[in-house]
């Protein structure tokens, strides 16, 4: 199985900044990408970043505030968070698609428990 752990939220002023981490661990083969998604409530879950090898997309509503980047190494992705507005609020996830150990070349889509930003006006 794979797991992730996100963690970073929690409370900011409008144009502070937050950085998210999200870790995955278990039994992993490898991992191709790595990308925040957020969602709130009674809203469909949104795509913030994307970043697969050196490549990375970013929503239109986060350019030039977000960067996403990831550590290989430690299979960590990272959202930095700048100039953060209040329509930011929101629960944010983590989502990978990683093979297992075993079965090298299959993908699946692995999803964190999500982690809660509050952007205060």
């Known amino acids: 199985q794979v797991q992730l752990v996100e963690s970073g939220g929690g409370l900011v002023q409008g144009g502070g900044s937050l950085r998210l981490s999200c870790v995955a661990s278990?039994?992993?083969?490898?991992?191709?990408?790595m990308g925040w998604y957020r969602q709130a409530p009674g809203k469909q879950r949104e795509l913030v970043a994307t970043?697969?090898?050196?490549?990375?997309f970013y929503a239109e509503s986060v350019k030039g505030r977000f960067t996403i980047s990831r550590d290989n190494a430690k299979n960590t992705v990272y959202l930095q968070m700048n100039s953060l507005k209040p329509e930011d609020t929101d629960v944010y996830y983590c989502?990978?698609?990683?093979?297992?150990?075993?079965?090298?070349?299959?993908?699946?889509?692995?999803w964190g428990q999500g982690t809660r930003v509050t952007v205060s006006s």
């Open positions: 970043i697969t090898g050196e490549s990375t």
């Open positions: 278990g039994n992993i083969f490898s991992i191709i990408d």
């Open positions: 989502k990978v698609r990683a093979s297992r150990k075993g079965e090298n070349y299959v993908y699946n889509d692995y």
